[in-house]
């Protein structure tokens, strides 16, 4: 019981908006990105069909991104590897999460 209601006290002083947070799924992802500028803090990122990206916090950087089990991936050349992220969005607000493997968070709204 005392762990119940450790948690509610969490969720009840966590803030307004932070049940609005929720997880998105894999076609919920390529359906948000496909086509989509993210404008983030400082920066903005476009997200291609093709599987490109282009991000850009000063100069242009290209890329690639694919949706793989429920999460957005995304590649940076000259490195092979694959960095996949958890992803949320905002249904109050519209907002996109950005989630690392190490609880790092990175938050975009798409652009108008």
């Known amino acids: 019981m005392r762990g119940c209601v450790a948690i509610l006290t969490v969720l009840l002083t966590a803030g307004p908006g932070f049940a609005d947070w929720r997880a998105m799924s894999g076609a919920e992802i390529t359906e948000a990105l496909t086509d989509t500028r993210l404008v983030y803090a400082e ?13 850009n916090a000063g100069a242009d950087s290209w890329g690639y991104w694919d949706t793989r089990s429920d999460r957005y991936c995304s590649q ?18 519209g907002a996109l999460r950005f989630i690392g493997e190490s609880g790092d968070v990175t938050e975009g709204r798409v652009a108008e």
């Open 43 to 55: 920066a903005w990122q476009e997200f291609y069909a093709s599987g490109r990206t282009l991000y």
């Open 76 to 93: 940076w050349p000259p490195a092979g590897g694959w960095a996949c992220y958890d992803m949320q969005r905002n249904d109050a607000t």
